[in-house]
């Protein structure tokens, strides 16, 4: 192929990474769809138990690419960082196999670790391989992004369903070998992506610390300590509360802090206040995510118990049912890329906070959906499959208005001097929202508020109850941002 046709399509290299975030995708979501219903039906834990559990493992998946993006930055390189973090995800779903709570902490503890390595690196990779004002740059995340969901629909059938149809170990088995087959593709294919920068060991991670070690490798062996970590986090959950607040505060601060030195050096007023945006578009994400995240925890146990899945004769597992949303993203994600650009050439392309009040509202009638399922309950106190089709399918398209922009958002709000700060923050966002969606999750389930088990039928009016109440709270945040938009827009100092 020459440089030419190269330049004409993508670079080469796009598709190794497609395939091998495809894969590692597989065995996260392959993880994620099977952990609650493993921690209930195997572990013999709580609903609200797996609920935090749950949140616990999840928040922490979404903060370990704060510091697996920065150790590659300093010492250990984006490739470097990428291979280790595929083989700690891949011995985590192996160590699962022991079957004890034990082998499930270490071995969520090594997919924490793994994921904050391999997700902070493999889109640095991507974005490496395009110059700066490369046009086919957004082009191809878009195609990165299809491969993501690719592996999370994988996920959420195959896997889903073999785990729950022949049992939990074989779900994590294959979603380990996902993961294995992922790092063969990123190592057999680097010569694909050789041409982006900083792949190696940087300078620093270069010299020599201990003995023959250099920065990097003692890095490496040195992050290992944190599994253990991870560990005591999520078996201790309730110091995620302290250390998520903490993180919260101190990087609101330096965010600010960052806005007023460079209005100063540049002698403008914009910086600080576009600070003060982006924390308060995180704190919006937060209360979008945490209700979203419903998804792996009361809305796959409410689909266990209280959904009639059977279809032509055939029951669809309950962890099967998370698959509509990576179903739909496929489906409507290139509509409403088109969407946007044909409403920007129209002058009607909603603000960014316009866009996010409409995402969350579409969340917000997704749970209130589940009262209509109530008029259609069958003798075994179950709501139509449907129901959840539509819940899935209005998460879906509210998701398409928040989540696609987000990213870019960051990268126009923040000075080019704290970008990677920003972007962590953004990340952070997502940690305290899983974490706080473990929280949510824990009041739903199958036991009343003394312990005592519920029936089907007071188990399903207890669902309603708590989507309901989360459904109307969600519409309150979505008016409350429709009428900050303009103060927020005026904050934002032309960023659209």
Not at 315 to 324: C, D, E, G, K, Y
Not at 344 to 356: A, Y
Not at 451 to 476: H, M, Q, W
């Amino acid at each position: 192929m020459t440089d030419m046709q190269i330049k004409q399509g993508h670079p080469r290299g796009l598709m190794t990474l497609f395939f091998s975030e495809m894969w590692e995708r597989v065995c996260y979501y392959g993880m994620r769809v099977l952990l609650t219903l493993y921690l209930v039906k195997s572990l013999m834990k709580g609903d609200a138990d797996a609920a935090l559990i749950y949140g616990a493992y999840t928040g922490l998946v979404y903060a370990a690419p704060i510091l697996g993006g920065r150790m590659a930055d300093k010492f250990l390189g984006y490739r470097n960082a990428v291979l280790l973090g595929a083989i700690l995800m891949a011995i985590g779903e192996f160590l699962i196999l022991g079957g004890s709570e034990q082998f499930l902490m270490i071995g969520m503890g090594a997919l924490i670790l793994g994921n904050g390595y391999f997700k902070a690196n493999i889109s640095t990779i991507v974005g490496k391989l395009y110059e700066d004002n490369d046009p086919r740059r957004d082009s191809g995340f878009t195609i990165f992004y299809i491969g993501i969901n690719i592996g999370a629909l994988l996920a959420t059938t195959v896997i889903a369903y073999i785990g729950e149809t022949y049992g939990f170990k074989y779900g994590f088995g294959l979603a380990g070998i996902g993961m294995l087959l992922g790092l063969l593709i990123f190592w057999f294919g680097r010569h694909n992506y050789a041409a982006a920068e900083g792949l190696g060991f940087t300078e620093e991670g270069k010299k020599k610390v201990f003995g023959p070690l250099n920065k990097a490798q003692a890095v490496s062996i040195g992050s290992l300590f944190l599994i253990p970590v991870a560990y005591f986090l999520i078996m201790q959950n309730s110091w995620m509360d302290y250390i998520l607040i903490s993180l919260f505060l101190f990087i609101s601060f330096s965010l600010i802090k960052a806005g007023i030195a460079a209005d100063s050096a540049g002698k403008v007023k914009i910086w600080k206040d576009r600070m003060i945006a982006l924390i308060i578009f995180m704190v919006i994400n937060i209360a979008f995510w945490a209700c979203f995240e419903q998804a792996g925890t009361s809305l796959t146990l409410f689909a266990d118990r209280n959904v009639d899945r059977e279809i032509f004769g055939w029951v669809m597992p309950a962890s099967m049912t998370q698959f509509f949303n990576p179903f739909f993203i496929i489906v409507f994600g290139s509509i409403f890329s088109v969407m946007w650009v044909k409403l920007t050439k129209i002058g009607k392309n909603p603000s960014i906070p316009m866009k996010f009040a409409f995402g969350i509202l579409q969340l917000a009638l997704g749970f209130l959906v589940t009262n209509i399922g109530l008029h259609f309950v069958n003798e075994a106190y179950q709501v139509p499959l449907l129901t959840l089709v539509v819940l899935y399918l209005l998460h879906t398209t509210g998701e398409l208005f928040l989540s696609p922009i987000g990213l870019s958002m960051v990268t126009k709000l923040s000075p080019k001097n704290i970008a990677g700060t920003a972007m962590g923050a953004w990340f952070l966002s997502f940690a305290i929202a899983n974490y706080v969606g473990g929280q949510i999750a824990s009041l739903t389930g199958g036991h009343s508020d003394s312990g005592v088990a519920l029936t089907a039928g007071e188990g399903l009016d207890k669902y309603i109850s708590i989507f309901s109440t989360i459904g109307f709270v969600l519409i309150g945040i979505a008016l409350l941002i429709a009428l900050l938009n303009k103060p927020i827009k005026k904050l934002m100092h032309g960023v659209e």
